[in-house]
């Protein structure tokens, strides 16, 4: 898929999104320089486009008991295409795993975990890590202190 073309205003508005994707239309439009129908229509095609794919809220772990962070960089016995479907399946269908990447290097995955505690990880590493056939290794990597985290695309 090609890179969408953009231009500066679609970037501003784009920019104000990823910063607050709950602005009201009318703020949008001052912020940007137009009237409020014509960026409506702009933000409608650049989600008709898929550039926006959805609108989430951002919530602090922390304070919803999910205070552990592991990545995990996971390497399976054999590289091939159905086990690498079954290992993401398998991962896509666990809600403790927010991200999962398939990789070239070291490990075939990477994984990042979010859950209660070091117990809650423990299981998780036993009961569902180990017990999908074809993992050969795990080596997990505890996250202290998040020191940067955002979702923001740098749009230059």
């Known amino acids: 898929?090609?890179?969408?073309?953009?231009?500066?205003?679609?970037?501003?508005?784009?920019?104000?999104?990823?910063?607050?994707?709950r602005i009201a239309n009318t703020e949008l439009a001052d912020e940007v320089g137009l009237t409020p129908a014509p960026t409506l229509r702009r933000v409608r095609r650049l989600e008709?486009?898929?550039?926006?794919?959805?609108?989430v809220a951002l919530l602090d772990p922390k304070k919803v008991g999910r205070d552990l962070t592991v990545f995990v960089n996971v390497s399976l016995d054999k590289q091939t295409k159905p086990g690498f479907?079954?290992?993401?399946?398998?991962m896509s269908r666990?809600?403790?795993v927010l991200e999962c990447y398939l990789c070239?290097?070291?490990s075939d995955f990477l994984l990042k975990v979010c859950v209660p505690d070091l117990d809650?990880?423990?299981r998780f590493l036993v009961d569902v890590l180990a017990a999908i056939p074809g993992v050969r290794n795990t080596n997990s990597?505890?996250?202290v202190k998040h020191e940067k985290s955002t979702t923001s695309l740098p749009l230059d």
């Open 94 to 96: 666990r809600p403790e």
């Open 120 to 122: 809650a990880y423990q």
């Open 141 to 143: 990597t505890i996250i």
């Open 48 to 55: 008709e486009e898929g550039i926006i794919r959805r609108y």
């Open 104 to 106: 070239l290097g070291e």
């Open 85 to 90: 479907q079954t290992f993401a399946e398998h």
């Open 1 to 21: 898929m090609s890179q969408a073309e953009l231009d500066a205003v679609d970037r501003r508005i784009l920019g104000i999104l990823q910063r607050d994707g």
